[in-house]
T-cell receptor
Framework: AQSVTQPDIHITVSEGASLELRCNYS??????LFWYVQSPGQGLQLLLK??????LVQGIKGFEAEFKRSQSSFNLRKPSVHWSDAAEYFC???????????FGAGTRLFVKA | DAGVTQSPTHLIKTRGQQVTLRCSPK?????VSWYQQALGQGPQFIFQ???????QRGNFPDRFSGHQFPNYSSELNVNALLLGDSALYLC?????????????FGPGTRLTVT
């Protein structure tokens, strides 16, 4: 069955430190991949997406993600975290038919001063 | 440019009742998808509407139904509410012809079933 796994329920990093959030997917063929961020009481905002081509994709707010086919992973990174990055982050995959997006359970990011 | 809007913001219903949630897509978008997000979980795909038809459905019972209107707005209806239907319901819109699959999400409707 198709699935998206985010192994870390929550992560705490110090402001200014680097960040990596993990995501693994299980699909028959490589799906389209996304990272979304959700702040409390708000909807989801798209950070970045991967469809094909360059395996390192740049997104908004200084985030980037690297697609690794051999590991079925699409990890999100940021070199220096800001307090405003504290939020819930969701990895998602969309089959190439383009209808059904499957989300991971999310990783809650806490940023300490 | 108005983004995706949803109404109402919050809703409290009793078990067995019926509820209707509404969504207006981002201007120019023609596709609407609905998701259920239970507390502490990721969004779960309910169904997608395009050209006023349900195109695909997630693993949800027939109590969940929807509709898309000619202006692309959409409604989600849930009948015979259960306590387990308490969740944040998210609407997302996109433009099918672009095949960009970028979805824009609304702020959601928080449904509480008592």
């Amino acid at each position: 069955a198709q699935s998206v796994t985010q192994p870390d329920i929550h992560i705490t990093v110090s402001e200014g430190a680097s960040l990596e959030l993990r995501c693994n997917y299980s699909y028959g063929a490589t799906p389209y991949l996304f990272w979304y961020v959700q702040s409390p009481g708000q909807g989801l905002q798209l950070l970045l997406k991967y469809f094909s081509g360059d395996t390192l994709v740049q997104g908004i707010k200084g985030f980037e993600a690297e697609f690794k086919r051999s590991q079925s992973s699409f990890n999100l990174r940021k070199p220096s975290v800001h307090w405003s990055d504290a939020a819930e982050y969701f990895c998602a995959a969309l089959n190439t038919g383009g209808f059904k997006t499957i989300f991971g359970a999310g990783t809650r990011l806490f940023v300490k001063a | 440019d108005a983004g995706v809007t949803q109404s109402p913001t919050h809703l409290i219903k009793t078990r067995g009742q019926q509820v209707t949630l509404r969504c207006s897509p981002k201007s120019g978008h023609d596709t609407v998808s609905w998701y259920q997000q239970a507390l502490g979980q990721g969004p779960q795909f309910i169904f997608q509407y395009y050209e006023e038809e349900e195109r695909q459905r997630g693993n949800f019972p027939d109590r969940f139904s929807g509709h898309q209107f000619p202006n692309y707005s959409s409604e989600l209806n849930v009948n015979a509410l259960l306590l387990g239907d308490s969740a944040l319901y998210l609407c997302a819109s996109s433009l099918k012809i672009l095949r960009s699959y970028e979805q824009y999400f609304g702020p959601g409707t928080r449904l509480t079933v008592t």
